[in-house]
């Protein structure tokens, strides 16, 4: 009984053991999950049944490789992966390997294996937009301001197109970041504000030159009438005196007359 007694404290003891051991587990691993930390991202996808960018921002693990190649391969990995949002759509097949991300000079090169491109569908997915959203989403990294893409060192093929020269942010894909970033409202609701003033400028400053002009000519006709009167007044004191000077004279003559 002694023995059965002392096999039933020790297997309790045992199972206590185990408990305690998985809670500690348990709380290293709320530990470890209290310590991790996270970035946001900003990603650039296409906009479903339109031919423009969507921007998506996205919590992730912080990684440990800090430099802007370790940051731009990590945000390649994201664009991979798909947007979160329903009215995005997937750039590049979830099967697109990266093969590497060199950064040299504010110009990212980005290779990518050729063979994991299969199922890209450029008539699903633009690829100029594909390319304008690795473009948009890369070009945010300080340090980078170009984007080459390649395919086993040479020129990336998407459907038709294919990318030789160096890519960058141009006019219309500004434009799209900037409606995205919300510096663009209501279709460009900004520019049409700016061409207002500036055509208010332009209104005000062709009042005020249209104003002097007006005051000029008021000046110059001012004077022109002030001048008339001058003239017409002498020439009235020149008539007067005359008529004085010859009634001067019919009364001398008068005079005379009568003397005689």
């Known amino acids: 009984m002694k023995k059965l007694t002392w096999v039933l404290c020790l297997i309790l003891g045992i199972f206590m053991l185990a408990g305690c ?12 999950q209290d310590m991790m930390t996270t970035e946001t991202v900003v990603l650039y996808f296409g906009e479903r049944d339109k031919h423009a960018l969507i921007k998506e921002e996205r919590s992730i693990p912080t990684q440990a490789d ?5 940051k731009a391969t990590l945000l390649m990995t994201e664009l991979v992966k798909g947007p979160t949002e329903s009215r995005g759509s997937a750039i590049l097949p979830m099967e697109t390997k990266i093969t590497g991300v060199k950064v040299e000079n504010g110009l ?11 199922k890209f569908d450029a008539t699903v997915m633009e690829p100029q937009i594909t390319a304008d959203a690795i ?7 300080d340090g980078i301001d170009r984007v080459k893409l390649t395919a086993g060192g040479n020129a990336l093929t998407l459907g038709t197109v294919s990318f030789t020269e160096e890519l960058k942010v ?3 894909l500004q434009q799209n970041i900037d409606e995205q970033d919300g510096k663009v409202n209501n279709g460009g609701g900004d520019n049409v504000i700016d061409e207002m003033l500036e055509d208010g400028k332009d209104v005000v400053d062709d009042m005020v030159e249209g104003g002097k002009d007006v005051v000029d000519d008021m000046v110059d006709g001012g004077k022109n009438v002030v001048n008339d ?16 000077q010859d009634g001067k004279n019919a009364v001398k003559n008068s005079l005379d007359g009568d003397n005689k």
Not at 108 to 118: K, Q, R, Y
């Open 66 to 70: 800090n430099s802007v190649e370790g």
């Open 170 to 172: 141009e006019a219309a």
């Open 21 to 32: 051991g998985a809670d500690d587990n348990k709380d290293n691993d709320r530990d470890d």
């Open 135 to 141: 473009v948009a989403t890369l070009t945010r990294l």
């Open 108 to 118: 990212a090169t980005v290779d990518i294996a050729g063979d994991s491109l299969s």
């Open 229 to 244: 009167v001058k003239n017409t007044g002498k020439d009235m004191v020149r008539d007067e005196k005359e008529m004085l």
